[in-house]
């Protein structure tokens, strides 16, 4: 059997005496799509901040395509491929569309400071065409994204950000993407579209895994291929959405835990 | 190069168009530089000031006219680079001899030497660094020091003490890749009172009283205390390191330029704007935070070395923890990240205080306040930062 | 040589307890606006100022107590000017960044700083030099062996502790306290409790300029001489206190004052020339603090939220 793209193994993160997340055992295969539900605090968030790097992993193991993630700085897990958005989307403000999406290409491109400076025509070269590359990705993802590349990031409407933010992640060529709430702040038909948009993505890199962390239950019944639950920090239920979702001690969770949203 | 889309009512007027004004927009800016600089009458030089405050303010109401003016200057580059050139390299032609103003200039050089150097990491990656200031001095003592004891000439010194000087920015830097904002500040200003107090009491620094006796530069035989004689022109001496700051300029400009227009600018952008998001992004931040100090260091220390060779001596006072915020007062009103703005604030700032004699005790309390109104006023500065445009989808 | 240490100890804690009170208006400061306020220093500085120009003119003049009383008189007009002045920039400059860049604020504070201390220059005569200040109750409180510790020291030190103290006990157990702490824990969420923010950075900025206020008349006394520009190493001295005993915390303020006064009286003593060096050790110190524990002694590590 081919190994699991993402392997995590009873992973805890810890702050103080404060468990965020404790023992979460899952794995990933290629080309899958997990979701994530849970009540507020559950440790979703967590979850992502673990395997992106950003909070060290208090136990437990996380494998990325054979290779350990644990200990690794932020930006090495990039290179490796895992790419994400946050709940509060942090694009590049007072940066143009474009700009955002071309410092996703980052880690592929190579341009060291003498290069820049010394051979400055091989440089503009390679940013040209990574600019030329983040317009392609940027049609892609969104026609109407492409029409706005030289808006300020700061300029556009809410849901266009949140496009922009899996636009410029996925500049980065991940093998994993994990989406932090993506459809929050939308509304019906643009949520809509947004299934629609990761569908296209999907289509056109079918060995793209996604770890989609959502509260809108038609987006979590519609995309996932497996859902996920966690509560208080630990993994409470796993399996198809139909299947975790009947199960009792889910819906305690979310009716106990969840003062918020449905 | 960075151009607009070139649609069909801007291409219709042809390169003579914008070239034609850019020529004659440079001329009229240098002559009113010439007569802000030569004038004794303060009516003319309150009188040039309210007329460059009275444009700027109509540029501000109609920023369709300054879009037009940067579109034709980005049209006619290559104009626009060669005319300011002769235009700047022409100057001192004009100034019949006046050595003032000439040392004026070549102070105002430095500190856009400087100010472009700051911006780098106040501009590009909004990194507050209060250490330039000291950064000018290792680079100025490294170099005097090199002349005085060992004999190394200035264009051997202007390498040597880039070096130095860079190494310390490493040596910086490397506490700012665990400390942000305030306490980055902090580390900044302690590394700029540490090496004030180090070089003031250390002997071989010469203490308190600095090194004297720094001997002037020469160039293929020529000397840089002789003036210069060109075409029965003669130009006092100082106009060798007028135009020694001119080229470094120059070359700052287009160091800068290139970083800013490559990924290493965009990745000081994004980490100026949001650093998790940068890192997130695969950007390793602490390698570019430590980076914008280096490139501070090594342009800083160019500035440096042409101040102790131009000024013959230098003490401890020349470099303090004022002259950091002196720089960075430059780049704020000038414009933070924005090339053109930051050398324009480094020349008013320079030139402004020098003109109002009167006032030049309050200097630093116009700096003071300066800034803080800037800041609550007009945060971009002068010259806001553009949006980069890129040529095959522009 | 037993009794130079002593001495030196006395001086030690004379100095810590300047840096101590210091350092908590830092922290009060940082909890509020989220950066440095460097300008704290210097706006501490300037309570000597305040209490010279009165004793030298309006007390001079009216001369109703004379000698000790005058100055205590003038001292704590001075403490309630700087603590006004406090509340003064944070409403006329400082609010305008409450929800900038944090850079942005930052570099107002140091800009502050400087219009500070030329203003000093500039209107205090003879500005630019510097000016006795008196050092009162020099006579000896009390002698272990044969050092003296003199009224003064005991005063500094009796008066800090009161003062840290009287904070601890405010930040916890009154109103205005608690008031303070939500809104350095989480400033939206203080509002969305109905804190008036306002209120609350108008009660800060008294407090931790008034207390910086003391803190400045103390060192112009422990010196003996003030001049416009000290504001800059107390303010320095101060901040790098706070944060090498961890913002936030007023045990830790204490301790980081006494450290970085232990390595200044220490480098004073110990070291051939050590007198001027003695800011490059408590310096390097404090950057050593900040690479290897950036927290420091009692701060707790932050995790940014994501």
Redo the contacts between chains.
């Keep these: 059997m081919s190994p699991m793209l993402l392997e995590c193994d009873a992973v805890s993160v810890r702050f103080g005496g404060l468990a965020a997340l404790e023992g979460v055992s899952f794995t990933l295969a290629q080309g899958e799509i997990l979701g994530i539900i849970g009540p507020n605090g559950a440790g979703k968030s967590t979850l992502f901040n673990a395997i992106t790097g950003i909070y060290r992993a208090s136990a437990g193991r996380m494998r990325f395509a054979g290779t350990e993630l644990n200990g690794r700085p932020v930006h090495r897990i990039v290179e490796l491929g895992i790419a994400r958005t946050f709940q509060s989307s942090r694009l590049f403000a007072d940066m143009s569309v474009l700009d955002n999406v071309v410092i996703g290409l980052h880690t592929r491109t190579k341009t060291g400071v003498l290069d820049a400076v010394l051979r400055y025509g091989r440089a503009r070269r390679e940013l040209e065409d990574a600019a030329r590359r983040a317009a392609d990705l940027l049609r892609t993802v969104s026609v109407d994204l492409f029409e706005q590349r030289y808006r300020r990031a700061s300029e556009l409407a809410q849901a266009d950000r949140r496009r922009l933010e899996i636009a410029r992640a996925l500049a980065t060529e991940p093998k994993l993407l994990l989406l932090d709430e993506p459809s929050s702040g939308m509304d019906d038909r643009e949520t809509k579209a947004l299934v629609r948009d990761i569908r296209t993505v999907c289509k056109e890199r079918s060995d793209l895994s996604i770890m989609i962390i959502e509260h809108d239950m038609s987006l979590v019944a519609e995309l996932p291929d497996r859902v996920m639950v966690l509560d208080y920090g630990r993994k409470i239920a796993e399996g198809s959405f139909e299947s975790v979702r009947a199960l009792e001690r889910v819906q305690q969770a979310y009716l106990g835990g969840a003062t918020a949203h449905a | 190069m960075a151009m607009r889309d070139t649609s069909e009512e801007r291409a219709s007027p042809g390169l003579l168009g914008p070239g034609l004004f850019v020529i004659l927009l440079e001329a009229l800016l240098a002559l009113l530089l010439f007569l802000f600089l030569t004038s004794e009458s303060w009516i003319v030089t309150v009188g040039l000031l309210a007329a460059a405050g009275a444009g700027f303010l109509w540029l501000q109401r109609n920023p369709e006219i300054e879009t037009r003016i940067t579109d034709w200057f980005a049209q006619a580059r290559l104009v626009a680079i060669v005319v300011g050139g002769a235009l700047a390299v022409a100057f001192p032609f004009f100034l019949g001899g006046d050595s003032y103003v000439l040392h004026l200039l070549i102070i105002a050089e430095l500190y856009a030497v400087l100010a472009l150097a700051l911006n780098f990491q106040?501009g590009s990656a909004?990194i507050?660094n209060?250490a330039t200031g000291a950064s000018y001095g290792i680079g100025a003592y490294a170099s005097a020091l090199l002349a005085i004891h060992f004999g190394i000439g200035f264009w051997g010194g202007l390498v040597a003490s880039a070096m130095v000087a860079t190494f310390f920015g490493f040596v910086l830097g490397?506490?700012s890749?665990?400390?942000r904002?305030?306490?980055l500040?902090?580390?900044t200003?302690?590394?700029g009172?540490?090496v004030h107090?180090?070089i003031?009491?250390v002997t071989w620094t010469g203490g308190p009283n600095g090194l004297v006796g720094i001997p002037a530069p020469t160039l293929f035989g020529h000397s840089f205390a002789e003036p210069i004689e060109v075409l029965g022109f003669r130009l006092p001496s100082q106009a060798n390191f007028y135009y020694t700051a001119l080229a470094l300029i120059g070359l700052s400009i287009?160091?800068a330029r290139?970083?800013h227009?490559?990924?290493?600018g965009?990745?000081w952008?994004?980490l100026r704007?949001?650093e998790?998001?940068?890192?997130?992004?695969?950007?390793?931040?602490t390698w570019y935070k430590v980076?914008a100090f280096a490139?501070d260091a090594f342009m800083a220390a160019f500035a440096g070395t042409i101040y102790a060779f131009y000024i013959g001596y230098i003490s401890p006072d020349n470099f303090t923890?004022?002259v950091s915020?002196t720089i960075?007062?430059m780049v704020?009103v000038g414009g933070m990240d924005n090339i053109f703005g930051v050398i324009l604030g480094a020349f008013l700032l320079t030139v402004l205080p020098e003109k109002f004699r009167v006032f030049s005790?309050?200097r630093?309390?116009l700096?003071?306040?300066i800034?803080?109104g800037m800041?609550?006023v007009r945060?971009e500065g002068l010259f806001p930062?553009r949006?980069?445009?890129?040529?095959?989808?522009g | 040589m037993s009794e130079e240490i002593l001495q030196q100890l006395i001086n030690w804690i004379a100095l810590g307890s300047i840096y101590a009170l210091l350092a908590v208006g830092f922290s009060l400061l940082f909890g509020v606006l989220g950066v440095i306020h460097f300008s704290h220093g210097d706006i501490s500085l300037v309570a000597p100022f305040v209490a010279l120009a009165i004793l030298q003119t309006a007390l001079a003049s009216l001369s109703w107590f004379g000698g000790a009383a005058d100055l205590v008189l003038a001292c704590l007009i001075a403490i309630a000017a700087v603590g006004v002045l406090g509340i003064a920039i944070d409403r006329f400059v400082l609010r305008a960044f409450r929800d900038k860049p944090a850079m942005m604020a930052l570099v107002t504070t140091v800009a502050l700083g400087i219009v500070i201390r030329e203003l000093i220059r500039h209107l205090f005569p003879q500005g630019g030099n510097p000016h006795a200040f008196p050092t009162p109750l020099a006579e000896p409180a009390f002698a272990l062996g044969n050092v003296v510790v003199s009224w003064f020291t005991v005063l500094d030190v009796a008066s800090a502790t009161a003062v840290l103290l009287v904070l601890s006990i405010l930040l916890r157990k009154t109103g205005v306290g608690v008031r303070i702490r939500a809104v350095s824990q989480d400033r939206e969420a203080a509002r969305l409790m109905g804190i008036d923010a306002n209120a609350v950075f108008r009660n800060t900025f008294f407090i931790a300029s008034a207390t910086g206020a003391l803190a400045g008349l103390l060192y112009a006394s422990y010196v003996g001489v003030t001049r416009f520009d000290f504001g800059i190493l107390a303010g320095l001295m101060g901040f790098s206190a706070a944060v090498i005993g961890g913002l936030g915390s007023i045990p830790g303020a204490v301790i980081g004052g006494l450290l970085l006064a232990g390595v200044e009286t220490f480098a004073q003593a110990a070291i051939e020339n050590g007198t001027a060096y003695r800011q490059v050790f408590a310096f390097l110190l404090v950057i050593a603090f900040l690479v290897f524990r950036p927290a420091g002694l009692f701060g707790r590590t932050v995790t940014e939220k994501v």
Excluded: W
């Design positions: 106040l909004n507050p209060f490397v506490p890749m665990r400390t904002e305030s306490y500040a902090l580390v200003i302690a590394f009172v540490v107090q180090v003031n009491n287009v160091v290139r970083l227009h490559s990924r290493i965009l990745a952008n994004a704007t949001d998790l998001a940068a890192r997130c992004q695969g950007i390793n931040v980076l490139v923890f004022l915020v960075m007062t704020i005790d309050y630093l309390l700096y003071g306040v800034v803080i800041l609550m945060p930062k949006l980069r445009r890129y040529g095959g989808h």
